[in-house]
T-cell receptor, first 114, second 116 residues
C-alpha cells in the first residue's frame, strides 16, 4: 500500500502544550499534505510540503519532511481546545507509481483539554 | 462552507432501496472524487472524474454507480447495498492535474449513510 500511516493513533494533551504527529509512507512522493477533520465533517487542507522541501510553516503549524526516511511530522504549537480533531497525512504519488488521487492514512485523533 | 456541498447529510436505507448521493462544487474545479470513510480505516478512494471523464475506479462493487453530468456535479447512485456499506461518504474536488502539479482537495461535509 502507498498510503501514509499516522502515529500515534490518539493523542491527548492540555491547552498550551505542543502536539506532534508523525506520518510514514512507503514510496516516492511528489508532495505530502496534512488535513484536519472535525468529528463527522469533511477534511480540510492544512498544509502541503513538496518532496524537495524539508520544512514549512503556517501560523502555529510546522511540517517537516524527511524523504530519506520517508516520514513527515506535523507540529501544532500552543494548542487550543479548538484544535481537537483528527489529522490525516496524504501522499501524492501521481506519475510515480500511483493513481490520480491522494492516498490517506487512518489519522491521528487529537484531544486538547482546557 | 467549503464550496463543496453534499446532500443529503444523513441517509438511512434498506438493503433493497435505491437512493442517490449528490455533490455540487462552486469552486470552478474540474476534477471530482468520491471517498468512503469507515471507522478505524484509511479513507478509501472510490471514483475520480477529471473533465467529466472517469479516470479512476478502485474496484468498487457495482452496487455503487457514479455519474458526473458536468464538472460541477457528481452523483453516487446506490442500489441493493449491504450493512457493511454504512459509512461516511465524502465528495471532494480539485483543479485538474493538467493545469496544476499539486493536487489539493476541497472536501464536502459528507453524507452519513446507514444501511439497515
Amino acid at each position: 500500500s502507498q498510503q501514509g500511516e499516522e502515529d500515534p493513533q490518539a493523542l491527548s494533551i492540555q491547552e498550551g502544550e505542543n502536539a506532534t504527529m508523525n506520518c510514514s509512507y512507503k514510496t516516492s512522493i511528489n508532495n505530502l499534505q496534512w488535513y484536519r477533520q472535525n468529528s463527522g465533517r469533511g477534511l480540510v487542507h492544512l498544509i502541503l510540503i513538496r518532496s524537495n522541501e524539508r520544512e514549512k510553516h503556517s501560523g502555529r503549524l510546522r511540517v517537516t519532511l524527511d524523504t530519506s526516511k520517508k516520514s513527515s511530522s506535523l507540529l501544532i504549537t500552543a494548542s487550543r481546545a479548538a484544535d481537537t480533531a483528527s489529522y490525516f497525512c496524504a501522499t501524492d504519488n501521481f506519475g510515480i507509481n500511483s493513481g490520480y488521487a491522494l492516498n490517506f492514512g487512518k489519522g491521528t485523533s487529537l484531544l486538547v483539554t482546557p | 462552507e467549503t464550496g463543496v456541498t453534499q446532500t443529503p447529510r444523513h441517509l438511512v436505507m434498506g438493503m433493497t432501496n435505491k437512493k442517490s448521493l449528490k455533490c455540487e462544487q462552486h469552486l470552478g474545479h474540474n476534477a471530482m472524487y468520491w471517498y468512503k470513510q469507515s471507522a478505524k480505516k484509511p479513507l478509501e478512494l472510490m471514483f475520480v472524474y477529471s473533465l467529466e471523464e472517469r479516470v479512476e475506479n478502485n474496484s468498487v462493487p457495482s452496487r455503487f454507480s457514479p455519474e458526473c453530468p458536468n464538472s460541477s456535479h457528481l452523483f453516487l447512485h446506490l442500489h441493493t447495498l449491504q450493512p457493511e456499506d454504512s459509512a461516511l461518504y465524502l465528495c471532494a474536488s480539485s483543479q485538474d492535474r493538467g493545469t496544476h502539479q499539486a493536487n489539493v482537495l476541497t472536501f464536502g461535509a459528507g453524507s452519513r449513510l446507514t444501511v439497515l
